[in-house]
């Protein structure tokens, strides 16, 4: 559990290296910090911002050129004329950044070619670029006349990211098997090796690269000296005509301002990219002597030095031109960090230390949890249990209780307190009842550690919410569990606000009393098969609630909640009025015909009952013998004297006394002595379990087994599979009971099914 991997990832934390080294590898190998990498590069730049040397000049073809001579391309002559401009200003070389591949008119391709060959300074593009559908490299070639009086031709491709940006640029590009420079690394006058690159320091302003316009330079408004001895590159600027790049750190910018800024870079020095491994290695080696440091003060320093070291060392490094990527390192410094992080607020008590589980101090501080029903199971012989184990033991224990109350909601949080205290939040909307009886019905199966079989007593308390602070709230649900324990109930709700509140939940009680006046709660009756005839034989009468406006409301919750609150007499008088009724009238097409009713052991305290119910069969005249009451909550006989006395009278007045829900609470042998049922109502967990769990068969064996030597009859309830019922009918069960049989139905739907003589449809 999660307590026990943090703890063993504490004693071996090369298991958390090991991870976090693979994590990083990943980050590094598939490159998936290059946006943030680009992010922390572009904040590094702005620490060394410098200008250009000046020696590099930049004919801008801008808006107000592109408006004086009108629309892309230009006519060439008037590139004819910015040569012929330049020429006579003393510039040592021209770089064309604008594509003549194609031709135009004879006369205007003339001239250019003319101004070319009488400079002999133009430096002409070209270009490569991948076809659109078979991947073959086009070439983009200035025209053969153009070419001739040349002084070269240098290539203007780029190779963008995700940015529209270009991080690197070539020196040279391979073209039909001869080598051209780019127009970079020819402005800078560096060579390299066929598809080398370098990356491109865009800490330089590009607002301190010389800039003159087209336009002016054509109507002869630019100074002489300030192109003379310069090298010059023409190239648009206006993002009209689309030739534009994304500079990072600087913003969208015409392409040539990439190349004369990758031309800056290689005049001031050969460039170095490291890469990630150096930092990755660095950063890896960091968290390792960290982590096998035991002081957190130590740690903490370790890590964050070499986080500030990641960050600030790269500033130095690349204004030297030497480049790094850190984010690979900085993804392993943050993994171990948070790591580090996580068990420090488990030391701070936010985390149960021998679980791993949230602790009740997290509960308490959990925001979402303020509008929600609160839970509460309370293991009532947890501290004689722990006190008896080790820690390792302890462990195991519970993680077996954790298991258990995670069955039906894997995903659901426990916070777990000291003395075998664990609590959660559920939707108030929920009917949560009937969770968590299958809850209690879990933990009749002893635990086991280390093959020791460990009974655990279980309770629990219900806060269905409140605007009081999440601590009350829980020492609500445990006072609930505690007295849920002394009832001898499965849970308990607690809410304070009950009188006050006039809400659904908190009104229940009182609507229960008038939806018994309006007809609102119904009676559907089960019915039972006997097994060794295979006839519907009898029925057990159910108390049904239809809201008028909620709908259906779970047996579970209403019956749970009037008992718990000593209101279940009326209810029960209802049930057993309409139930003798029903069974009075099924009798006359099926004698013999038996009802049963649950009875809860809060009605044994009640002087009149006896009378109430003589009343009701004389009234119906149905034969006491053909009514069943089902005792409930047998913990509340746990005692003697007016319980007994009025079971006496029960049995003196000729009903049959059974005993529900058996294999819970006390229901032993010495108890069975007491008690005068003549039958077993065999516990449906038990049966719902009985071919997948042993220990559930065993018991349904032994109960049939001493019911029959005490010849007593037994009832199976809860059988929903043809194989269960054919392994009760093998073992020589009496009755059974469940949806496999038939479900909880109206009166006129039984009657139907005994008046045609069907058999159930698993006999």
């Known amino acids: ?57 930049l004919v801008s073809i801008d808006d107000a050129s592109l408006k004086k001579v009108g629309r892309w391309p230009w006519p060439r002559r008037y590139h004819a004329q910015l040569i012929d401009a330049l020429t006579t200003a003393g510039a040592s070389r021209i770089y064309f950044d604008v594509m003549f591949e194609n031709r135009t008119n004879p006369v205007d391709d003339g001239q250019l070619a003319a101004a070319i060959a009488r400079s002999r300074r133009g430096v002409l593009a070209m270009r490569s670029r991948s076809g659109l559908t078979d991947g073959a490299v086009v070439e983009s070639e200035p025209l053969p006349i153009l070419r001739r009086g040349a002084a070269g031709v240098a290539s203007i491709s780029f190779n963008y990211n995700y940015q529209n940006a270009v991080p690197q640029l070539d020196y040279v590009m391979s073209t039909q098997g001869r080598l051209v420079p780019t127009l970079s690394a020819d402005l800078a006058g560096k060579t390299g090796q066929p598809e080398s690159n370098y990356t491109v320091d865009y800490s330089l302003d590009p607002d301190s690269i010389p800039r003159v316009s087209a336009i002016d330079l054509l109507e002869g408004k630019v100074d002489p000296r300030a192109i003379a001895g310069r090298n010059v590159v023409i190239g648009t600027t206006t993002d009209v005509i689309g030739d534009q790049s994304f500079v990072p750190g600087w913003g ?83 993994i171990v960090s948070a790591v580090f992080a996580s068990r420090t607020v488990k030391r701070r008590g936010m985390v149960n230390t021998l679980s791993g589980l949230p602790n009740l101090n ?91 079989p460990i009974d655990l007593s279980i309770s629990f308390g219900v806060e269905v919410g409140s605007s009081r602070s999440l601590s009350n709230r829980l020492a609500s649900a445990l006072v609930a569990a505690e007295e849920a324990a002394h009832d001898g109930l499965k849970w308990k709700y607690h809410d304070p606000e009950t009188l006050e509140d006039a809400s659904w939940k908190l009104s229940m009680l009182s609507q229960l009393d008038s939806a018994v006046d309006k007809g609102e709660v119904w009676v559907a009756y089960q019915p039972k098969l006997d097994l060794a005839t295979r006839r519907i034989v009898g029925a057990e009468a159910l108390a049904r609630w239809t809201h008028p406006e909620k ?77 069943t009451l089902e005792l409930t909550e047998t913990a509340a006989l746990a005692g003697s004297g007016q319980a007994f006395d009025m079971l006496a009278a029960l049995r003196d007045l000729g009903v049959t006394i059974a005993i529900d829900d058996y294999g819970t609470g006390l229901s032993t042998l010495d108890y069975l002595k007491k008690i005068p049922a003549s039958e077993i109502k065999i516990d449906q967990s038990f049966v719902k379990g009985m071919l997948d769990n042993r220990s559930d068969l065993v018991m349904v064996q032994s109960t049939i087994a001493l019911a029959h030597s005490l010849e007593r009859k037994v009832v199976a309830e809860g059988v929903e599979h043809q194989a269960v019922l054919e392994a009760l009918i093998d073992m020589k069960c009496d009755v059974a009971q469940g949806y496999v049989i038939g479900r909880p139905m109206s009166l006129e739907s039984l009657s139907k099914r005994i008046a045609t003589g069907r058999r159930s449809s698993v006999a």
């Open 551 to 627: 709908g259906p409301i779970a047996a579970s919750e209403f019956i749970a909640a009037a008992e718990q609150h000593d209101r279940i007499g009326k209810l029960t008088d209802f049930v057993l009025e309409t139930a003798i009724g029903a069974a009075a009238a099924l009798n006359r097409k099926q004698p013999d015909f038996g009802m049963a009713v649950n009875l809860s052991a809060r009605l044994l305290g009640d002087r009149g009952f006896v009378l109430r119910l003589r009343a009701m069969l004389a009234r119906h005249r149905l034969a006491p013998e053909l009514l």
């Open 362 to 452: 997290a509960l308490r501080v959990n925001r979402d949890g303020r509008n929600q029903a609160l839970i509460a199971a309370r293991i009532l012989n947890y501290a004689e249990i722990a006190a008896a184990l080790p820690a390792e033991q302890e462990r195991q224990l519970v993680e077996q209780i954790v298991s258990r109350l995670r069955v039906g909601a894997p995903d659901r949080t426990l916070y777990q307190g000291d003395g075998g205290i664990f609590a959660w939040f559920e939707s108030p909307e929920q009917p949560f009842g009937n969770h968590i009886e299958a809850l209690y019905a879990l933990f009749r199966n002893p635990a086991r550690v280390n093959n020791l």
């Open 252 to 334: 969208r910018m015409g392409g040539a301002y990439v190349h004369i800024i990758g031309a800056e870079t290689l005049k001031s020095g050969r460039t170095l990219n490291l890469g990630w491994i150096p930092a990755f290695l660095i950063g890896l080696g960091a968290v390792s002597f960290a982590a096998y440091r035991k002081r957190g003060a130590v740690q903490n320093l370790i890590l964050g030095a070499t986080a500030a070291a990641l960050l600030v060392v790269p500033i130095a490094l690349e204004a030297n031109l030497i480049f790094v990527d850190i984010t690979p390192a900085l993804l392993v410094v943050a």
């Open 1 to 57: 559990m999660a307590g026990r991997k943090s703890q063993k990832s504490e004693r071996s934390p090369w298991k958390l290296l090991l991870w976090t080294a693979v994590a990083g590898l990943l980050f590094g190998v598939l490159n998936i910090g290059y946006p943030l990498e680009n992010m922390l590069r572009n904040s590094r730049n702005t620490f060394h911002v410098h200008k250009a040397r000046g020696d590099i000049v």
